[in-house]
C-alpha cells in the first residue's frame, strides 16, 4: 500500500477518506475528557470500531463500550466514558423493530430492507444490525427516530408493511448465521484480487465488477479495483455475497497473503 493510499495517526494507518470519522470521533474523545461525560456513537461498521479502539487507547483515562443488541451485532454503537463508568443497556437509546408483512405472498431479504429505509431519507449510521431467522425480520435504530421509522417507513417493494416496536431483552430472535469463516491466500491485498479468489472468478470479472459499481468498501461505493483492503473491511459485491476481513496472518512460503475471512455467498 502506497504513501498515497493511507494516512499516518499516531502510528496507526487510515484512508484518506476515513478522515472526517476520525476527526468525529477525536471531537467525542476530547469532550468526554474535557467534560467527564459519557459520549454516544452513531452505529459503527467493523472498520470504524478498529479505529475508535485505536483512537481511544492513547487516553488514559476513557474506555470504549459497545453494544448492538445482542452479542455478536456486526453493527454497534459505541460509549465512550470515562473509566469508571459502567453503562447499562438504555444508555445505547436502541430500538428493537419488527417487520409485520404479508408472509404468504411476500419474500423479504436484507438488501429490501436496508433500501426502503436509506430511501426514507434514514443515515445507515442511524440503523444496526437487519436479522432474520428465516421468516421473521428485526432492526435496530436509534430510539428517538421511532416515530419517524413508524410513520414513513410502510413499504417494502411493493408490499405493504408495519413496523412494530419490540423489547430488546423479550423479544429479540435468534438471527440465522449464513456465513463460513475461512483462510484463504491471495496474492495481493488488492479489492480485484480478494474478490476473485473468494468467489471463484477470474480477476477481469471482478475488475469490472468494481468498475460497474457493484462493489461496497464498508458500505461506501468502491470503483477503484486497485484498492487496497485491511483489517475489518467489509466488502459487498451485489449478486454475490459479502467479505469481511477478520485477519491478515501474514504471508505464506509462495509469498501470498494469508487472510482469514467471514464470508457470505448468496
Known amino acids: 500500500m502506497s504513501d498515497k493510499e493511507k494516512v499516518s495517526l499516531s502510528g496507526g494507518y487510515f484512508r484518506p477518506e476515513e478522515k472526517p470519522f476520525i476527526d468525529k470521533i477525536g471531537d467525542l474523545l476530547l ?3 474535557s467534560m467527564y461525560i459519557p459520549q454516544l456513537t452513531d452505529f459503527l461498521n467493523q472498520r470504524q470500531r478498529t479505529i475508535l479502539d485505536n483512537l ?4 488514559d483515562d476513557l474506555f470504549v463500550h459497545y453494544y448492538g443488541g445482542y452479542e455478536g451485532a456486526e453493527r454497534v454503537r459505541g460509549m465512550i466514558a470515562p473509566d469508571y463508568f459502567v453503562p447499562q443497556q438504555e444508555d445505547f437509546h436502541e430500538q ?6 404479508p408472509e404468504k405472498f411476500a419474500n423479504l431479504h436484507h438488501g429490501q430492507i436496508l ?62 448465521d449464513d456465513s463460513e469463516d475461512e483462510t484463504i491466500n491471495v496474492q495481493s491485498l488488492r479489492i ?12 477481469t470479472q471482478s475488475k469490472a465488477l468494481v ?9 461506501v461505493p468502491q ?3 486497485s484498492s487496497f483492503v485491511t483489517l475489518y473491511d467489509t466488502i459487498s459485491v451485489r449478486g454475490y455475497g459479502r467479505i469481511l476481513v477478520r485477519n491478515i496472518m501474514g504471508k505464506s512460503r509462495n509469498n501470498k497473503y494469508i487472510l ?4 457470505i455467498r448468496k
Open 96 to 101: 428493537l423493530f419488527e417487520v409485520r408483512y
Open 223 to 225: 470503483r477503484n479495483a
Open 56 to 59: 481511544v487507547n492513547k487516553y
Open 115 to 176: 433500501g426502503s429505509l436509506t430511501g426514507a431519507g434514514i443515515d445507515r449510521d442511524h440503523f444496526g444490525d437487519i436479522i432474520t431467522d428465516g421468516k421473521r425480520w428485526q432492526f435496530f435504530a436509534f430510539d428517538n427516530i421511532s416515530n419517524y421509522l413508524e410513520e414513513q417507513v410502510d413499504k417494502i417493494g411493493p408490499f405493504k408493511i408495519h413496523l412494530i416496536k419490540k423489547d430488546i431483552q423479550n423479544d429479540l430472535l435468534m438471527p440465522i
Open 260 to 263: 482469514f475471512v467471514n464470508i
Open 192 to 203: 480485484d484480487t480478494l474478490i476473485a479468489e473468494v468467489y471463484g472468478m477470474s480477476r
Open 211 to 219: 468498475e460497474h459499481g457493484r462493489v461496497q468498501l464498508n458500505w
Open 31 to 33: 469532550r468526554t475528557q
